[in-house]
């Protein structure tokens, strides 16, 4: 298949624009897929948040005005990843200048900034807009969906949808703009990782009829950039239940988000739980997922188990990485020649290394060994290479 190529601008080449550049740049990855990313253009208002991408070949040009890659005819799509309080205004510019948008979540700093976004969507509906929400994507995230969608759940008791975080555990971290309403909005951690725990009941149809929630604001104050207190005047904590009708009578749905969850690092967890059957899935074990049932175990009956399954590399479109490899496969293949060519250039200090050639040699040493020992029957000494 020839794929068709699309342009592809950045506005905001912080955290999240450095890692959308570099996941353009595995593209060949993905298998047949219809269409080629190009990026090539990046916008950021700090010069310095622009050099990272010179790198990157395909970037023809590099602004601090989004304007200008607005009106770049080379651009199809815009990636915005910028602070809340600018996406209304930067993703209607973008929606207004004929481009397509994959925006950032909250999608808008509150629900008017949010309606606006929409109008002016209503008003160019040739604008393809989607927001980036990418933990569903993974394998074992995607067999739970699955799981839900084919009704093994029968009759839902309850389900639950958890975005735990916890770098803000440490109230000596400095304050920044996600931790303060002016720019985070006032909804704060529901803004920040809200859509993560909202995307998946959302798009299986589970609208809570009505809803109660508890917020919490832990850390007042934050230290600011010359280490005076600064208000921090964002909820760190939200727990939000749901009631949600359904045909079977309705369930409770909880969503959790939390930037100060002790122990979890950026992690969704996502349980159904059903009167035939459940399923869970948490980003904090990624490859696994895990499902219930009745089972019969020999020599004691019929029992209720959950079990759990290994999901392959695959999800949503097909890569070259093989089935049988886990997700993070590709990420461990990244690492690794990182560690090859920095030894290489002798840069790699004293990091990790790859597997040296005397200790490939040796394996087959002991292969040698253990195939004695088989063989013979008694304990043999591997030999030195
Ligand atoms: N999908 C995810 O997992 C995920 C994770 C983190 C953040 N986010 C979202 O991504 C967005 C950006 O977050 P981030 O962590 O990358 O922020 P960041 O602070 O690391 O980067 C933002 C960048 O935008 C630049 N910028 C500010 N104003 C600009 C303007 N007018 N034009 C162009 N550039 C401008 C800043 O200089 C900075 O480099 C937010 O909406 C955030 O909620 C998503």
């Known amino acids: 298949m020839s794929a068709r190529e699309v342009g592809v601008a950045i506005v905001g080449g912080g955290l999240m624009g450095r890692e959308i550049a570099a996941a353009i740049q595995r593209w060949p990855a993905l298998i047949d897929h219809p269409v080629r990313p190009r990026l090539r253009a990046v916008c950021d208002i700090d010069p310095a948040a622009l050099e990272w991408f010179d790198q990157i070949e395909s970037v023809t040009q ?18 915005v990843a910028v602070r809340h309080d600018l996406h209304e205004q930067i993703y209607t510019d973008v929606i207004r200048a004929g481009k397509d948008l994959l925006a950032e979540k909250p999608f808008g700093i509150d629900r008017a900034a949010a309606k606006a976004i929409l109008s002016t969507l209503a008003e160019h509906p ?126 409770p749905l909880t969503v959790e988000t939390k930037r100060i969850a002790p122990g979890c690092k950026n992690t969704w967890v996502f349980e159904v739980i059903g009167m035939d059957g459940g399923v869970r899935f948490s980003t904090a074990n990624p490859k696994r997922y895990e499902v219930f049932g009745l089972v019969d175990v020999p020599g004691t009956g019929r029992e209720q188990s959950w079990q759990a399954v290994e999901a392959g590399s695959q999800s949503v479109w097909p890569t070259v990485t093989g089935g049988i490899f886990e997700a993070g496969f590709s990420d461990a293949i990244l690492q690794m020649w ?48």
């Open 62 to 79: 590099t602004t601090t005005d989004y304007h200008d890659l607005l009106a770049n005819p080379d651009v199809d799509v815009v990636y």
């Open 338 to 385: 990182a560690a090859f060519l920095a030894e290489r250039a002798g840069a790699l200090g004293d990091r990790f290394g790859t597997a040296t050639p005397a200790e490939a040699a040796r394996t087959h040493e002991l292969y040698a060994a253990a195939a004695e020992a088989h063989e013979t029957g008694r304990r043999v000494q591997p030999a030195a290479v």
């Open 126 to 251: 040739e604008s393809f807009v989607r927001c980036s929400s990418e933990m569903p994507f993974f394998p074992a995230a995607q067999r739970a969906i699955d799981y839900v969608r084919s009704g093994a759940p029968g009759r839902i008791i309850e389900v639950r949808s958890a975005f735990l975080h916890s770098s803000d555990l440490d109230p000596g971290k400095p304050v920044n703009w996600k931790r303060q309403a002016k720019f985070c909005g006032q909804a704060g951690v529901m803004n920040d990782l809200g859509l993560h725990a909202w995307h998946v009941p959302l798009r299986l149809g589970w609208e809570p009829e009505t809803l109660t929630a508890v917020l919490q604001d832990l850390v007042p104050t934050r230290p600011g950039p010359d280490g005076d207190p600064v208000v921090c005047d964002t909820w760190e904590n939200a727990t939000v239940h749901g009631w949600v009708p359904d045909a079977a009578g309705g369930f």
